[in-house]
């Protein structure tokens, strides 16, 4: 029975205070101690389940208070394989939703038992495991390339990965799974939530499922579903083994791991959703809210954690040291980033105490820190405004390479002429300096043209429209402005000339992608042309239309061929990756210096920047060399649809350009002959050419 105590100060001096350390269960000589930070609670119980009935209580303890808002007891029950759960009672006033009956999980938890549908438990996990000395693979920014992945979709359906490890975090480290990641020249797998989180009451009455993740339950355990079955037969301690297996392998074949990390909003939704953890602990302190307790939501998801509180700041904070420490993970991409950014005032600053914690904490200095930079309140758009030490998504670059290649050649072929010239193109292709401080430089940006929300790349050239229907909100759901240009035809089509048209846009959009300055991010199955039949929100759908499909016609296994050979030259060229901005003047240490050509193979002039009817570049980039040798390239760039003659430019000490690939090739192919500065190249509508410049 929960008898209300008088507790010790509610609130420590900072997210770093002495008070916050050690929440959660750790063992000792007398079992396991239980802490728990509350700042409103005038009482708090630990409640002990039966090991297989998850509804029979075999205890219930009393907690005590401690320094800080911490409440404690230590008990011979806490061991590993445990079920607990904790009891919260305190004042009724606004901001507050304490309920003493209310069993709730307890939020440094490293293992869940399920019980109901919203009824949890936690479980004390040992968390030990032999990692064999197997290092992280600790990959350079500038020579790292992300691959958004869904732990179950990508091994689903994969003909060589045993049916019982299909969809599982051990079928994703399987050698076939491996084979893959490392044939296509990928250095970083970015898992999408993996976090235990839960579908909403909402999709359930549809009959559908939140398939991608983001919906957290608790930020530090596995989600049990993505283990085998024999795992999640064995219990909590047998899905992290599992979980930790899998970085292992990675580890081993030199894979980086990065986690997808909701921490912005929790699986509570918004007043009136499920009390599963932090509502009942202390509402107020966790979720952001007005005076009278409604909810100021910043992510459109029903709730916002309220990191300007030290309490609510910490727990992320300990969430994110367990990961990279105990399991390992090399990185972070932080969902909806401007809400962990965002003040007492609810509005954002780079100087957040949460955001400096991140990159200052000792235990994350080797892990890579990506934020989605934008939430959905006031002020949430955010791109290029975080500190240094964060990389960023960069959905300006998205949004420009898209309207290079589709939509401006949609308008093209109605108005005779593109809306805008090359200059916008040329800024993102080059490192979007006019977003990112010369002092972050271009790896600063996470470059993407398709993510997990939005079309595929096979959709983005073959849709005009989204087709969402199958979501459940008739149609109303997913962007509306989404860039694409179908060529034609809406969706699948037997016109040849369209298919061929869609397969070189969507060469040159890897082409941008894969030759851009930045951090490259490519979409899993990309590589490979897959579709979602339209649909650009497939949140909600575990089904073929979201798993991978490893059965390819002979244009896809062209196209992932295409992949791989833009890696390998990625690779070898790094005047192709600068890791800072050149200046006019100053000799910068691995920065490439660039310069511009027209069709002519003359300078750029202002006018040609801008002038909508020239949409053709020469984009020359030499490396100032650090640690590789002096490497430089040209790239040309033709952006509508009628073929034109380039002359490859006077380059001093230039004496061939060797050409390495080519947008308009089915298949890539070997090297041609080198040509020489006055030669003149001619060049395919919408269209790419890369050159070695010797």
């Known amino acids: 029975m929960l ?15 002495a008070a916050f350390d050690g929440l959660g269960v750790t063992f000792g000589h007398d079992g396991g101690t239980l802490r728990v930070w509350s700042g409103a609670a005038d009482a708090m119980e630990l409640v002990v389940f039966d090991d297989t009935d998850l509804d029979w209580a075999v205890d219930s303890i009393p907690m005590t208070p401690a320094a800080g808002g911490v409440w404690e007891v230590t008990s011979g029950h806490l061991r590993p394989g445990t079920r607990y759960a904790v009891r919260v009672d305190g004042p009724h006033a606004p901001g507050n939703t304490f309920n003493r009956g209310t069993l709730l999980v307890e939020p440094y938890s490293r293992g869940l038992a399920r019980q109901g549908y919203d009824d949890w438990r936690s479980v004390v996990v040992d968390g030990s495991f032999d990692w064999g000395g197997v290092a992280k693979p600790a990959v350079p920014m500038d020579r790292t390339v992300v691959y958004e992945a869904h732990v179950k979709g990508v091994s689903k359906r994969h003909p060589l990965v045993p049916p019982a490890l299909h969809g599982t975090y051990a079928g994703l480290a399987h050698p076939a799974m491996v084979e893959h990641f490392l044939s296509l020249g990928i250095t970083s797998i970015e898992l999408l939530p993996v976090h235990a989180f839960a579908t909403e009451p909402r999709l359930l009455q549809h009959g559908l499922t939140n398939y991608w993740g983001y919906n957290t339950l608790n930020f530090f355990t596995p989600h049990a579903p993505y283990a085998t079955e024999q795992a999640r037969r064995e219990g909590p ?34 007043i009136g959703g499920p009390r599963s953890s932090l509502r009942g602990i202390d509402n107020r302190a966790y979720y952001r809210q007005h005076e009278d307790g409604a909810y100021i939501d910043v992510t459109g998801c029903g709730n916002s954690v309220d990191t300007s509180t030290d309490a609510a700041a910490r727990l992320i904070l300990d969430s994110l040291r367990y990961w990279a420490r105990d399991v390992q993970i090399d990185g972070f991409r932080f969902d909806l980033a401007a809400t962990l950014g965002r003040d007492r005032s609810h509005a954002f600053t780079p100087e957040h105490p949460l955001l400096r914690a991140i990159v200052d904490d000792p235990a994350l200095a080797d892990v890579k820190k990506i934020s989605e930079p934008w939430d959905v309140g006031m002020g949430g758009w955010q791109t290029g405004n975080f500190g240094s030490g964060w990389s960023e998504w960069n959905d300006r670059y998205r949004d420009r390479v898209r309207n290079f290649w589709l939509s401006d050649v949609d308008y093209a072929r109605r108005a005779s002429t593109a809306p ?12 979007s300096s006019n977003t990112f401080s010369a002092d972050r430089g271009p790896l600063a940006s996470v470059n993407f043209v398709t993510a997990h929300d939005g079309f595929t ?15 459940g909100e008739q149609n109303r759901d997913g962007a509306d402005t989404n ?19 869609r397969r070189k846009a969507m060469r040159n959009l890897l082409g941008t992608l894969l030759l851009s300055a930045g951090v ?64 006019l003047g100053e000799h910068i240490p691995s920065a490439s210096v660039m310069e511009w050509y027209d069709e002519h193979g003359e300078t750029m002039s202002i006018e ?19 640690h590789e040798e002096f490497n430089r390239i040209l790239l040309i760039v ?14 001093a000490g230039a004496e061939r350009f060797t050409p390495l690939w080519s947008s308009v090739d089915e298949r890539p192919v070997v090297a041609e002959d080198a040509l020489t500065a006055g030669d003149v190249v001619p060049v395919a509508g919408t269209s790419m050419r890369l050159f070695r410049v010797d």
């Not at 952006?639 to 380059?651: A, S, W, Y």
């Open 3 to 17: 008898t209300p105590e008088t507790a010790a100060p509610v609130q420590p001096a900072s997210l770093h205070a």
């Open 237 to 270: 301690e047998a899905v992290l083994r599992e979980f930790k297996g899998m970085v292992r392998l990675l580890h081993e074949a030199g894979l980086e791991v990065i986690l997808d990390v909701v921490y912005n909003h929790t699986a509570e939704e918004g």
């Open 420 to 431: 805008v010239g090359i200059g916008g193109f040329a800024t993102r292709l080059a490192g």
């Open 457 to 471: 790349l096979r959709d983005l050239v073959s849709y005009d429209v989204k087709h969402n229907l199958g979501n």
């Open 483 to 501: 860039r694409s240009f179908n060529h034609g035809a809406e969706g699948p089509t037997d016109d040849e000339t369209i298919l061929a048209t």
């Open 520 to 583: 490259p991010m490519l979409t899993a199955g990309d590589e490979f042309g897959r579709t979602q039949r339209g649909n650009n929100n497939a949140y909600c759908h575990d089904s073929p239309l979201t798993w991978l499909s490893w059965e390819h016609a002979p244009w896809q296994q062209d196209l992932f061929a295409h992949v791989q050979h833009l890696l390998r030259l990625r690779r070898e060229n790094p005047a192709l990756r600068p890791r800072r901005f050149a200046r």
């Open 608 to 626: 040609r920047w801008t002038n909508p009817a020239h949409r053709t570049l020469q984009y020359v980039a030499a490396s100032t060399p650090e």
């Open 638 to 651: 033709h952006g509508t649809e009628r073929p034109i003659d380039v002359t490859l430019p006077p380059i």
